[in-house]
């Protein structure tokens, strides 16, 4: 997860952007303020049934920044999906993505999302042999709302 997240960093930083690293509970989050953040994580290693293979994004629907976390959101779905060819999963966003503490610890006018780039079971081959894949696909994502481009319709959402 963090190699991914450094190849976010790393690409987004050669489109020149500037760009925070972050940890899940780094005290610089509190009223952090920035034009998108977007939480990177893996979902569980654990076996659950074979359609637990997929992505999932949330966004923050109480923030004072909704829309546009909505926006950041399905930026990431349409590109994330498109560059990984994983299926959206979006039966099981959980209330812990869509109330991420971090929703509540950052500027409430930033714009903010949280992915779960797959599951670490029937995901793990493109989650560990294909990092820069998985990076490219939030990166175009980030892209896709920084730079408000268009975004295409969605492939129907896995169970």
């Not at 079971?121 to 920084?146: H, K, M, S």
């Amino acid at each position: 997860n963090y190699d991914v997240a450094l190849r976010v960093k790393v690409g987004l930083e050669s489109r020149s952007f500037q760009v925070d690293l972050l940890e899940e509970f780094d005290p610089r989050l509190a009223g952090y303020r920035a034009l998108a953040v977007v939480s990177i994580h893996n979902d569980s290693c654990d076996y659950i049934n074979d359609q637990a293979t997929g992505f999932k994004v949330a966004s923050a629907k109480d923030s004072g920044a909704r829309a546009e976390s909505e926006r950041l959101a399905a930026c990431l779905t349409n590109r994330y999906g498109s560059a990984t060819g994983l299926p959206f999963h979006a039966g099981s966003v959980t209330p812990d993505m869509t109330q991420y503490h971090t929703f509540y610890e950052i500027s409430p006018d930033t714009p903010i999302a949280i992915i779960e780039t797959g599951f670490m079971n029937l995901d793990r081959r493109i989650l560990t042999e294909e990092p820069q894949r998985v990076a490219q696909g939030i990166i175009d994502g980030i892209l896709c709302f920084v730079q408000g481009q268009p975004i295409a319709p969605a492939a129907s959402p896995s169970p």
